[in-house]
């Protein structure tokens, strides 16, 4: 694929997810909504890692870290939820965490956190159009 191809790629991918990212919290299934929320920001992040850096993004699942190897200007508030998000896919991944993680999932922790995804998701999606 060319370049233009594996951008869109990880944007549309990163879009259907984030369709089952809703409809799971409309079903209220709080644990696997953030787990895809994770995946909707992974993958805008490797569109971006795409665009600025080289076709084959790295397979790695921390969210700072992955942002950290490109040319990202992040605020701390940013990294902070790039850290965050990154342990709804590991507290759902490990079954040691995945109970205490799912009492944890509230409605209102959930909205809160979805919150922050689709901010990170808009702000990514500008970074990936410039």
């Not at 409309?26 to 076709?55: M, N, P, Q, R």
Request: glycine share 2%; with cysteine.
């Amino acid at each position: 694929m060319k370049k233009k191809e594996l951008i869109e790629y990880w944007v549309s991918s990163s879009d259907k997810d984030f369709k089952t990212m809703e409809n799971l919290v409309k079903s209220t299934d709080y644990l696997w909504a953030l787990f895809i929320g994770h995946l909707v920001v992974e993958k805008l992040l490797k569109a971006y890692y795409v665009k600025t850096v080289d076709d084959n993004p790295p397979w790695i699942h921390q969210l700072l870290k992955l942002a950290e190897k490109t040319d990202l200007s992040l605020t701390e508030e940013q990294k902070d939820a790039f850290l965050l998000i990154t342990t709804f896919n590991i507290n759902v991944r490990y079954p040691d965490y995945k109970y205490e993680f799912y009492k944890k999932c509230t409605k209102k922790y959930t909205e809160t956190n979805i919150a922050k995804i689709k901010e990170l998701r808009l702000w990514l999606k500008g970074q990936i159009r410039n």
